[in-house]
């Protein structure tokens, strides 16, 4: 429990410190160089015990030929388990860390993904090559700056009926990001209404975090 604990706590705190799963038009003062060494924290298999990174995905429902987009990518801890389901489908591993995406590059190669397309995206734009039927982002949302017009943007990146579900610290989870960089759930609601999206669903199974799935609402 202790060892899980501060992987949670590492995580969160990493992810608050850097960019390498934001889509975030800042700079900030540290950058991941050394993606390996970081994918024994993010790739640690402990982290599923809190992630639920296979009940998030069936949440989802996703059918076997989707195009997903996982923004903010990092190491591809949700990439490869998304990849592995959609044998059919084409997943976008965005990130904005140039290491992360040779990292993600090698990564797929390595595991056989063929099905798995690494991209090198900018803070205001993850540069999606076609429209996708989802996009993910775990742990992202709250570095997303001007994320109103982000996310009208990035409406035009969805297929029809296509979905945006945003995972992210609770501000009254134990362990996370610091409570300052949390974004609340009621406020991430709002800000997606006036990106022009919907509420379709609200999952609350994950111990930490909550999971809110969008659609356009035209």
């Given amino acids: 429990m202790s060892r899980m604990r501060s992987l949670l706590a590492a995580c ?13 038009p800042q700079d900030h003062p540290h950058t991941f ?7 024994q924290v993010f790739d640690d298999p402990e982290r599923d015990a809190w992630q639920k990174p296979r009940e998030v995905i069936q949440a989802l ?3 076997p030929g989707a195009h997903v987009a996982d923004l903010g990518a990092g190491t591809g801890y949700f990439t490869v388990r998304l990849a592995n389901v959609l044998p ?3 997943v976008y591993a965005v990130d904005i860390e140039t290491d992360m995406v040779r990292y993600l590059e090698s990564r797929a190669q390595r595991e056989g993904l063929r099905n798995v397309t690494a991209l ?19 742990d992202v949302y709250h570095h997303i700056g001007d994320r109103t017009r982000y996310f009208r943007n990035l409406s ?3 297929r029809p009926g296509g979905r945006v579900a945003i995972v992210d ?3 009254d989870s134990p362990a996370g990001p610091p409570r300052a960089a949390r974004i609340a759930p009621e406020t991430v609601k709002a800000e ?9 669903a609200e999952h609350r199974f994950l111990p930490y975090q909550y999971f809110v799935v969008f659609r356009p609402a035209s």
């Avoid at 969160?12 to 975030?24: E, F, I």
């Avoid at 995206?121 to 429209?131: A, I, V, Y």
């Fill in 12 to 24: 969160g705190l990493v992810l608050a410190a850097n960019s390498v799963l934001a889509q975030s």
């Fill in 33 to 39: 160089r050394d993606a390996g060494r970081w994918a």
């Fill in 61 to 63: 429902a996703l059918e």
């Fill in 88 to 90: 059919e489908g084409r």
């Fill in 120 to 138: 090198k995206g900018q803070p205001d734009d993850p540069r999606l090559p076609g429209p996708v039927d989802l996009v993910l982002l775990v």
């Fill in 156 to 158: 035009r990146s969805l």
């Fill in 169 to 171: 610290f609770r501000p």
């Fill in 192 to 200: 997606m209404k006036a990106a022009g999206y919907a509420v379709t």
